[in-house]
């Protein structure tokens, strides 16, 4: 699919609670593009750390489609859809940029890709691990591919050894 010169624009659709597979699956039968990127995450599960896979922006899919071609007004009566985001009668365009690069940072099922180009003084967020949600500053990195980390901890700075798959930029 094309989007320069055709018409078509990426648009953000608000999903009913848990409908993101329904709604995703709904979407693609219709004919629409749609894409939802995703990242790993640990949570802390009944004492553990559990890996799990999150909507990085949770409650919203992205759906392509030229609005002279086709019938958006379907799109609110999807089933796992609540309503596509509008700022007055017409459907609010997410500008190409933004949902392009995205695309970049995402492997082909969507997820995000760990950041390439970590640099000591970076500040981060761990995503898994025992550390998962703390923010930190990069250090250093080691030519093992290790970054070192200095984390605050009870107003304390601890320095930790991460993989850097572990950690998104902020």
Known sequence: MTFHGSGTSWHLAQ???NSVRIADRNLRRQ???TFLPKEDVTRPVKGKFVPVERLVFPGYIFVAFNKRLVDWRAINSTNGVTRLV???PEPATVPLYIVSQLMLRCDTAGKLLPPRLLKPGDRVRLTSGSFADFVAEIERIAPDRRVWVLLDIMGTQTRVATPPE???AI
Do not use: Y
């Open 86 to 88: 509008s700022f007055g």
């Open 166 to 168: 572990q950690l998104r």
């Open 15 to 17: 999903l009913k609670p």
């Open 31 to 33: 004919g629409f593009r």
